[in-house]
């Protein structure tokens, strides 16, 4: 499904998201090669950023759309205990959510990065790391309900009436999104915070 509207958010993000991508799996694209600790980090960066949304902002619900934050934060957390992951208390910047613009701006990044997940996913399956023991909480669904979500969003997305004004804050609410995970993902790297070890595979 294409619309204008998403055409534009793809068009004012594009760099953003491959940048952003490039700096969490480096050799995804080259080698098809994801790394542990990179796995681990991008739980880390998720749930943070998740639970900044969660403790900062109630305005994720609309008349014709839900972001299923606190799904979300719960889903991240059980994939960072199983890792035996720390994760971090402090509230990071986000970007605002006042009203169903910003909110299908914001929706476009993180939904999106959800369905994108399925490919990551099943590229980690293929690393001599992974081990079925190991379980995906927060890119779980298959292909097909993850796709029909996408399929929802971009029908909210394509029917929602907004004004010209609107119209920018989406598009900026989808670029904010973006610079603030890199922002947060560059605030934990200084934070030298320690990957630590995939878990041994059950005996």
Known sequence: MSTARLSQL???????????????????????RIHPEEYQFFLQVMHAFYTSLYLQSSNFTSASFHLPIEDHVNALHKEIKQFH?????????CPECKDEADLLGISYVLE???????VIRKMIRKQAWYHTDLDFFY????????????????????????????????????????????????????????PVPVPNKAS
Do not use: D
């Not at 594009?14 to 952003?20: D, E, F, Y």
């Not at 097909?144 to 010209?164: D, K, Q």
């Open 112 to 118: 999106g990065s959800r369905l994108g997940g399925a």
């Open 85 to 93: 992951i720390p994760h971090q208390q402090e509230s990071y910047r």
């Open 10 to 32: 793809r068009s004012v993000t594009t760099a953003l998201h491959h940048h952003l991508e490039q700096s969490f799996f480096p050799e995804f694209a080259t080698h098809r």
């Open 139 to 194: 890119l779980q669904g298959s292909s097909e309900t993850l796709g029909a979500g996408w399929r929802n969003f971009l029908e909210v997305l394509e029917n929602t009436t907004l004004t010209a004004e609107q119209e920018i804050r989406l598009q900026m609410a989808a670029i904010n999104t973006f610079l603030c995970l890199e922002h947060l993902m560059n605030h934990l790297r200084k934070s030298a915070m320690v």
